[in-house]
Nanobody, 114 residues
Framework: QVQVVESGGGLVQAGGSLRLSCAVSGSIFSINAMGWYRQAPGKQRELVARITSGGSTNYADSVKGRFTISRDNAKNTVYLQMNSLKPEDTAVYYC????????WGQGTQVTVSS
């Protein structure tokens, strides 16, 4: 059984920062890619940032230069540092871990007020 648990969401003013964390536990041999997705009301879930086991990263154009993804392989944890937040970043953020299949967390709400 694999568990994916996010933390760190909340309410912040525009221009502020938040750091999301996601811990993966359970029957894990190795985790391939890990990533963060988000879904705003009335919109489809979209990729925010992704990092491979080797450390290669890719970002959505809308967050480049503001968000940074990182991972601690020893702790099976991935982080998302979000700076210069904008109201349009408001969404539920989901952690994704690719192991034998895709595993998802329950989501954490990020709300950015103007």
């Amino acid at each position: 059984q694999v568990q994916v648990v996010e933390s760190g969401g909340g309410l912040v003013q525009a221009g502020g920062s938040l750091r999301l964390s996601c811990a993966v536990s359970g029957s894990i041999f190795s985790i391939n890619a890990m990533g963060w997705y988000r879904q705003a009301p009335g919109k489809q879930r979209e990729l925010v940032a992704r990092i491979t086991s080797g450390g290669s990263t890719n970002y959505a154009d809308s967050v480049k230069g503001r968000f940074t993804i990182s991972r601690d392989n020893a702790k099976n944890t991935v982080y998302l540092q979000m700076n210069s937040l904008k109201p349009e970043d408001t969404a539920v953020y989901y952690c994704n871990a690719v192991i034998t299949r895709n595993y998802w967390g329950q989501g954490t709400q990020v709300t950015v007020s103007s």
